[in-house]
């Protein structure tokens, strides 16, 4: 069994299609601010004035002549007349059904709406596909309609913004009295009723979407709100983005006052559960009911531990903090008058360690910690008593805290209070004997937080300048089928996580129109003047995303039959366009490792690293806004349900220890990089290099560190003092990455390693006289070193690549692989290759795939005359030395394509008579013809038949590969070069490839079984996710390898040398015998080969008679 590795192919931000105007969705429009005038941002106190508006609502309807608000005391007063005026001539007919026909408007509304996402449905139904489809689909990527400005037709590009790299494009540019400057007739969306009731060409301003300040104004609330079902494009936004550029790493970095955070919850690490005067909470009780046995008493003890927690909150270098108040600590028994002195101190006592480390807070007032005595008196949240006692906390808090708090979250994750606390009984109070009950507990969490976000503005907005929201967290869902119905239940499992708390909020103070069909009588209404309290109550978006949620305590309930995933990006997307793009702070993001796990924990890194590229993306290319990124958790604590039995603190705490001892891990080290970066700029080692590094701190570094070993263990460089460089001989042990890569192959078990050379960097000018004398050493200390190990190399020559230059700089400037000095130029590479790596190396492969679709029929030409060039080369040079073969492979399984190239190869020197025929039909004339010196040039030049084979999709019937080539090239031996299957990188228990290495390997072991084919040997593809992500049998995660479930059952396929009946004594692997070159003459020359043996058997026929008859005369004398 052998291994297949290829060269490092770097996918660039250039590849990434950003935006594609041709395919945008149609949204609602906006107006925009002229390109040379872009908006500037108000000054703090300006920000934070009230806006010179009246107060109250806007009138209900407007005349068509109507372009601006009406304003001063005199305007009042005529609207105020007109209103009266028009009420009086109102007939008593019409003043009497006005209840009836509210009902009938709003019902028809909801029609409306339903219809409009249907269409929106169809529409996106041939652009969206299924999870694998998607993966491998290609398009135009299309910028979001919530981000993109209203253009007039291409004639008049100069309404349309100048796009900022890194950042969401800004908003409309606003007038001194509150509305849009520029303007721009919306269009009528398809399947939507028009917005009769508005102003055309003007429009109130939303106050939500503004930095903060004053009082808010009614009216800037009742302004206009998002349109929903907008979000419903998302799946077919992303299924026609290019592919495999969109899912490319990209370099950049995120907005310069991006906020990045870190948080904790109160339960989870503050311990100290009853001291000081703290009362129980409901996870007290909980914790200590039934058969648990374990609780979340001690934590992280946090309580005592405020200075190792900000210790660790600086050496992250965070600009915000995360963390919750709690509720029983301050207030025992839920109530003001129980109010606890030392709780208050304590909180007191972090925020002002947290100013002194020049971090801003976060705080969330309710991180599902509810006093017990609120759950055992009145039935917890269940009740409205509850939702005033919240609001009186939350005005304590307010004015005990709110002075250093900018940031307010009132209530973490109600979907997780209502429908887990009330509803599964999962988590705290765990209550589950009434199927209603969790939505009558969400709708108090939706009125309390409403009030306290209206006290907050009343009371305290204009002297502290704070903002409020309430943390929404959601899963991601993708369609498990390419139709409308399966996207409109995507869409509702949405909405019934994540919308039924986010449309109240964003939208039009209603619940999502799925849940109320689907739900009716079980679901609570509001009343109107609760949606009109309710709505607009959230300066930004907050979203929880990761464990805690996703892949945990969603269940198949709420997937509505589709296919769960992992995906911020379109989860960012999705809100951005279903809510009128506001400003998204991610309070919550991360993963988690085993409880087992110490201080390396690549698992939660890559996770880590995953999340936050994605949301990089979501600002740089996708255009919104998202505004800070919350990495999920600072220390390890008590995780809800699942306890002690997983860790997710970027900071490991030894539960054993009497100090609970913080100690970073590996993720702790990535983010604290991230954020001094902001990012992922493209640094030099991120660039595509010329050659290979070695090991430059070890030998050539001439600075001196200084190891602080008190605090973080960072080595710090000393300025000012430096050493001489040694001066020493070059050995392979300077190359750090041979010794972990071949004992990353050893451990495979794998007899031989499959590995492309890079033509390009090993003679980067051309002349194999002067070639990269680095990069050829390490090719040349790589071989070694497989040998050592007991791994034959087996080496490409040239890998074709389309995305990044593989010949020559010469060559690849001047017509490529269609330059006549091509074939030659490679053949002189293919003897330098021989000549200085030969001697390690049995098995050369010329060109590797170059039956590409990309490859035109010429270049194949040239192509096919490189490589018998570079095959005559070594046979009359090196074979009789070296005893190694050379060959040239062919990619697909398909006549049309592998016969292209090996029929000239393996058959009569010409390209096939069918597809001559086939191309002759279709009036071409692109395939070239040989000359007789050709034919012969090519004809032959082979040892063995190499043949890749990969797929996307299960392959279970893979013996139909070595059959056709035994039935059109007789006994060839074949060798299997690269298969292998595409996972999902972050699946490290690769189920799917398991499956299929097993059955394609069964497969071929068929073939040489059962068909008679002469089979070899097989390399899986690819040894690690470095290089070609999600084909890996080591998982890439930073710079830990984490062994994938596959590569252990490779193994044990190799270890048993195949499939062995249980009982049998396990086979060995044979190894290659020593070469037989007169059986190569016999099987090539067959001709030759009689002439060859006839001579010799004369030969030795006259040698016998000589000997007899001398021996006879020698006897006579």
């Known amino acids: 069994m052998d291994h297949s590795e290829n060269e490092d192919i770097s996918l660039k931000r250039t590849d ?124 135009s990527s299309v910028t979001t309609p919530a981000t993109t400005p209203a253009t007039t037709p291409a004639t008049t590009p100069a309404t349309t913004p100048a796009k900022r790299r890194g950042r969401p494009p800004r908003t409309p540019r ?35 979407n503004q930095q903060a300040g004053g009082d808010e104004q009614q009216e800037e609330r009742n302004g206009a709100f998002a349109k929903p079902k907008d979000g419903l494009r998302t799946w077919g936004r992303f299924g026609k983005l290019p592919y495999p550029g969109d899912k490319a790493f990209l370099h ?51 309580y005592h531990n405020v200075h190792a927690d900000v210790r660790a909150i600086k050496q992250l270098g965070v ?66 008593r509850v939702v005033d006692l919240f609001v009186d906390y939350a005005d304590f808090c307010f004015q005990t805290f709110g002075d250093d708090v900018k940031y307010w979250i009132t209530i973490d994750n109600p979907f997780m209070v209502a429908w887990h606390g009330y509803g599964t009984g999962v988590v705290a109070p765990g209550i589950k004997n009434d199927p209603d009950l969790p939505f009558r507990v969400g709708h ?17 907005r204009s002297r502290q300048r704070g903002k409020l929201s309430m943390a929404l967290a959601s899963h991601w869902i993708k369609p498990s089928r390419t139709r409308r119905e399966n996207l409109q239940e995507c869409q509702c499992s949405l909405d019934h996580v994540l919308g039924w708390f986010a449309r109240p909020l964003f939208t039009d103070g ?95 890194m890559y996770y880590l690293k995953r999340f936050i590229v994605e949301t990089l993306k979501s600002i740089s290319i996708d255009r919104v806004n998202v505004i800070g990124y919350t990495a999920w958790s600072l220390v390890d604590g008590f995780e809800w349900n699942r306890e002690y039995g997983i860790r997710t603190g970027l900071y490991y705490v030894d539960f054993h220890t009497p100090d609970m001892k913080r100690e970073p891990k590996t993720s702790a080290t990535f983010y604290r990089a991230l954020i001094q970066r902001n990012g992922f700029p493209e640094l030099p080692e991120n660039r595509p290099t010329q050659g290979v590094e070695t090991t430059p701190t070890q030998f050539a570094d001439p600075s001196v560190y200084l190891w602080n070993r008190s605090s973080d263990g960072e080595l710090k460089r000393l300025t000012g003092f430096s050493v001489s460089p040694l001066d020493r001989a070059t050995h392979c042990a300077n190359y750090a990455t041979i010794r972990q890569q071949v004992n990353e192959i050893r451990q495979v078990g794998v007899s031989h390693f499959h590995f492309s050379l890079n033509w390009s960097a090993l003679v980067p000018t051309g002349n194999v006289s002067l070639p990269n004398a680095t990069l050829l050493r ?70 590797n795939e170059p039956n590409d679709e990309t490859v035109g029929y010429q270049e194949g030409h040239q192509m096919l005359r490189a490589h018998a060039l570079a095959w005559h080369a070594y046979h009359r040079h090196f074979r009789h030395a070296q005893g190694g073969q050379d060959v040239e492979p062919a990619k697909r399984v398909l006549d049309f394509r592998v016969g292209w190239f090996a029929e000239p190869i393996f058959g009569q020197g010409d390209y096939p008579v069918g597809m001559r025929s086939w191309l002759r039909q279709l009036n071409s004339l692109d395939l070239p013809v040989f000359n007789e010196e050709d034919r012969q040039l090519v004809k032959g030049t082979f040892d063995f038949f190499a043949i890749s084979h990969f797929s996307t999709d299960l392959v279970t019937h893979a013996k139909e590969d070595s059959p056709v080539v035994k039935q059109h090239y007789s006994d060839v031996p ?78 044990n396929i190799i270890e048993h040398n195949g499939f062995p009946v249980q009982g049998v004594v396990p086979q060995q692997c044979p190894r290659n015998p020593h070469p037989c070159l007169g059986c190569q003459v016999l099987t090539k020359r067959p001709l030759l080969g009689f002439l060859t043996l006839l001579g010799s058997g004369f030969l030795i026929t006259l040698g016998l008679v000589i000997y007899y008859a001398a021996k006879r005369r020698k006897e006579c004398y």
């Not at 007038?175 to 109130?204: D, I, L, M």
């Not at 870190?262 to 311990?271: I, R």
């Not at 937080?449 to 305290?460: Q, T, V």
């Not at 990188?985 to 073939?1007: C, G, H, M, Q, T």
């Open 319 to 384: 600009s915000h903090y995360r963390f919750s108040l709690s509720w029983p600590r301050l207030f025992p028994n839920g109530t003001r008058e129980s109010l606890n002195e030392a709780g208050v101190g304590y909180y007191r006592t972090l925020l002002k360690r947290l100013k002194e480390a020049r971090v801003e807070p976060v705080v969330t007032l309710y991180h599902w910690d509810l006093p017990d005595h609120l759950q055992q008196a009145f039935g917890g949240w269940s009740s409205p």
């Open 974 to 1051: 074949i060798y299997v070069m690269a298969n292998g299957v595409q996972e999902d990188p972050a699946r490290f228990k690769d189920s799917l490839r398991v499956y299929y290495l097993y059955n394609y390997i069964n497969e071929a072991l068929k073939a040489s079984t059962l068909d008679g084919v002469n089979l070899k040997g097989y390399f899986a593809y690819a040894l690690s996710d470095m290089r070609d992500p999600g084909f890996g049998l080591y998982g890439q995660v930073h710079d830990e390898v984490i062994v994938k479930a596959s590569l252990s059952n490779y193994r």
């Open 174 to 208: 606003k007038s001194e009295e509150g509305t849009v400057s520029a303007e721009v007739t919306p269009q009528k969306r398809r399947g939507r009723p028009p917005k009769s009731a508005q102003p055309v060409a003007k429009k109130p301003t939303d106050a939500r």
């Open 252 to 302: 950049d970095t995120f907005p310069e006052h991006f906020m990045w955070a870190v948080g904790t919850a109160a339960y989870q690490v503050e311990g100290a559960h009853d001291r000081d005067g703290k009362g129980l909470s409901i996870w007290d009780t909980f914790t200590r009911g039934g058969t648990r046995m374990v609780t979340g008493d001690v934590g992280s003890d946090s």
């Open 444 to 460: 108090n969490l939706l009125k309390a937080h409403a009030a306290a976000w209206h006290l907050y503005r009343r009371r305290y």
């Open 16 to 139: 990434i299609a950003d935006k594609d105007a041709a395919d945008k969705p149609r949204g609602r429009k906006r107006a925009a601010a002229p390109v040379d005038e872009p908006e500037k941002p108000k000054p703090e106190d300006e920000q934070n004035s009230p806006p010179k508006k009246r107060r109250g609502r806007p009138p209900k309807s407007a005349s068509a002549n109507q372009e601006t608000p009406v304003k001063g005391k005199r305007g009042r007063k005529k609207a105020a007349a007109s209103s009266e005026q028009a009420a009086a001539s109102s007939s008593e007919q019409a003043a009497a059904s006005s209840e009836q026909a509210a009902a009938s408007s709003e019902q028809a509304a909801a029609s409306s709406e339903q219809a409009a996402s249907e269409e929106v449905a169809s529409e996106e139904v041939a652009a969206t596909t299924t999870t694998e489809e998607v993966e491998n689909e290609e398009g």
């Open 778 to 847: 390490y090719y040349r200390c790589f071989t070694q070193q497989l040998l050592a190990a007991g791994v034959s190399p087996v080496i490409t020559l040239w890998h074709h690549t389309s995305d990044t230059p593989s010949l020559p700089a010469p060559l690849h400037t001047t017509n490529k692989w269609l330059n006549r000095e091509a074939p030659e130029a490679f053949a002189a590479y293919a003897l330098l290759c021989y000549r200085e790596l030969g001697e390690h190396v049995k098995l050369w492969i010329t060109l």
């Open 510 to 604: 209603e619940y999502p129109p799925c849940m109320r069909q689907r739900l009716g009588s079980r679901l609570p209404s509001f009343t109107r003047e609760e949606r009109e309290e309710i709505r607009g109550t959230a300066d930004f978006f907050a979203l929880s995303h990761g464990a805690s949620l996703s892949f945990h305590l969603i269940n198949d309930s709420l997937k509505f039959g589709q296919n769960e995933d992992l995906d911020l990006r379109m989860l960012l997307y999705w809100v951005n366009a279903e809510y009128d793009a506001p400003p998204i702070l991610v309070v919550q993001s991360g993963w988690y490792v085993l409880g087992n796990t110490n201080i390396e924990d690549p698992k939660h």
